[in-house]
C-alpha cells in the first residue's frame, strides 16, 4: 500500500457555515483535487445527516459519496462509495445505563444520535 497525502477535516464551523454551505473555492477543490490526494471528510454527524450537505452543494447528484468518510465522532467509518467498514457503537448495556442515566436527570440536556 503506497502512502497518499490525506487532507481531513471536520464539517460543521469548517467545511461548512452556519448555513451548511461550503465555500465556492472549497467546492471547486472537492471536484478537483489534487491528483493523488485524498480527501476525508471526518465529523461528529451521521451519514444521513452529513450527505445531504454534499447534496445540496452540487458535488453529488444522487450517486454515493466518493471519499472515505469518518463520521459518528469515528464510530462509523466508510470506504469511498459509502461501503460502511466499521461500525462501533456503545455496547447495549452501556446504552441502557445512558438511557437510564438520562431518565433520572430531566433537568439536564442529551442528544441520542444513531
Not at 460543521?12 to 465555500?23: A, K, Q, V, W
Not at 442515566?101 to 433537568?107: C, L
Request: hydrophobic letters at 40%; a negative charge.
Amino acid at each position: 500500500m503506497e502512502d497518499v497525502p490525506v487532507i481531513s477535516f471536520d464539517l460543521d464551523g469548517t467545511l461548512i457555515d452556519s448555513e451548511e454551505r461550503i465555500h465556492p473555492k472549497d467546492i471547486a477543490w472537492l471536484k478537483n483535487p489534487p491528483e493523488g490526494c485524498l480527501f476525508l471528510p471526518t465529523t461528529g454527524r451521521p451519514l444521513f445527516s452529513a450527505r445531504p450537505i454534499f447534496e445540496r452543494n452540487g458535488l453529488v447528484n444522487g450517486q454515493a459519496l466518493p471519499w472515505p468518510l469518518v463520521m459518528n465522532n469515528g464510530a462509523a467509518i466508510y470506504q469511498a462509495g459509502e461501503n460502511l467498514l466499521e461500525y462501533s457503537p456503545f455496547p447495549v448495556d452501556v446504552q441502557n445505563w445512558l438511557i437510564d442515566y438520562a431518565q433520572q436527570h430531566p433537568r439536564l440536556t442529551f442528544l441520542f444520535m444513531d
